[in-house]
């Protein structure tokens, strides 16, 4: 199998600071579609209307001073900035990189929808060789938590900054994984490690 080796900014496909949220979440989508590493590299904040999906052998990599806020157009709450293709299929991704990634949730606070039971900001369901490093949430509300991985092997989580008012990383069935280097402030769990967890809090139970 050949992996690929694409290296893009995502500002090549129109994501941009100055861009409405319906306008970046297909332009970031675009993006990520392309494989390989997907940089975002002029600083700003990014609106998102919606979520968007990656896949296997992709890397999101945000530069300083990035931040991508989820807003709601039309009135429309959504769950998860982050998703994996293979959450929706139950099929498994391998080898997803996110680094550097600064959330604000801007109360965009969606418990569930495409997943029943997947909650996260970001979220991962079937997936191996995952790492999330460099991840930043100051505004965590009450019904979602902010990293939620379910049904995984080797998953590192290094280097996250979580505040707010659930969980900072919810970890549901899966085997080898660290986490290490992080600052929570949370009403919630710090971190929950649930393999035996209510139906509403995880995908995958066991």
Not at 5 to 32: C, V
Not at 91 to 105: H, K, N, P
């Amino acid at each position: 199998m050949t992996l690929p080796s694409t290296h893009i900014d995502a500002a090549s496909f129109g994501f941009s600071p100055e861009a409405d949220g319906q306008t970046n979440r297909q332009a970031l989508q675009k993006a990520l579609d392309q494989t390989g590493t997907i940089s975002i590299s002029k600083p700003g904040t990014y609106d998102l209307s919606g979520t968007v999906y990656i896949g296997s052998y992709t890397s999101l990599i945000c530069g300083n001073g990035v931040k991508l806020r989820k807003i709601k157009e039309a009135g429309k709450p959504f769950t998860h900035i982050i998703l994996n293709k293979g959450a929706l299929t139950k099929q498994w991704d391998t080898g997803i990189t996110v680094d550097g990634l600064y959330v604000e949730i801007n109360r965009v606070d969606q418990a569930m929808d495409e997943v029943y039971g997947l909650r996260g900001q970001i979220a991962f369901f079937y997936v191996r060789d995952l790492k999330i490093l460099g991840f930043r949430c100051l505004d965590l509300a009450a019904a979602q938590f902010a990293i939620h991985v379910c049904t995984f092997e080797d998953l590192i989580v290094q280097d996250a900054i979580i505040h707010g008012n659930k969980d900072g990383v919810h970890l549901g069935r899966g085997k080898r994984f660290i986490i290490r280097d992080c600052v929570f402030n949370t009403f919630d769990d710090a971190v929950a490690l649930n393999a035996h967890d209510y139906a509403t809090s995880n995908p995958d139970l066991g």
